[in-house]
Nanobody
Framework: QVQLVESGGGSVQAGGSLRLSCAAS????????MGWFRQVPGKEREGVAT???????RYSDSVKGRFTISRDNAKNTLYLEINNLKPEDTGMYYC????????????????????WGQGTQVTVSS
């Protein structure tokens, strides 16, 4: 059974940084496509970044240059480095895994992901 457990969220001031982690277990593909999404109440879940089996990364325009997605295959852990945080980055951040090596070209496609974590809250104050 696939399990994804996020950690690293918190409350920070604008301009600050955070590093989110997602510990993954129970999956059969080596280095599957994984991604980070975020959601605020009343809005749909938004794709933030994805990373494929080959290490190809993609980002939404709103976070490009500030967020970095990476993975440590030996630790089965996905990361999201967030710099220069803005109040609009506030939300629940979810880790997701797809039963495929490929993520596709569209970052904002939550429907193609098969497994989800419970989320970690990021709150940015101005």
């Amino acid at each position: 059974q696939v399990q994804l457990v996020e950690s690293g969220g918190g409350s920070v001031q604008a301009g600050g940084s955070l590093r989110l982690s997602c510990a993954a277990s129970g999956y059969t593909l080596s280095r599957p496509c994984m991604g980070w999404f975020r959601q605020v109440p009343g809005k749909e879940r938004e794709g933030v970044a994805t990373i494929s089996s080959a290490g190809t990364t993609r980002y939404s325009d709103s976070v490009k240059g500030r967020f970095t997605i990476s993975r440590d295959n030996a630790k089965n852990t996905l990361y999201l480095e967030i710099n220069n945080l803005k109040p609009e980055d506030t939300g629940m951040y979810y880790c997701a895994l797809r039963d495929s090596y490929f993520c596709g070209s569209n970052v904002d496609s939550p429907s193609v992901f098969d497994y989800w974590g419970q989320g970690t809250q990021v709150t940015v104050s101005s």
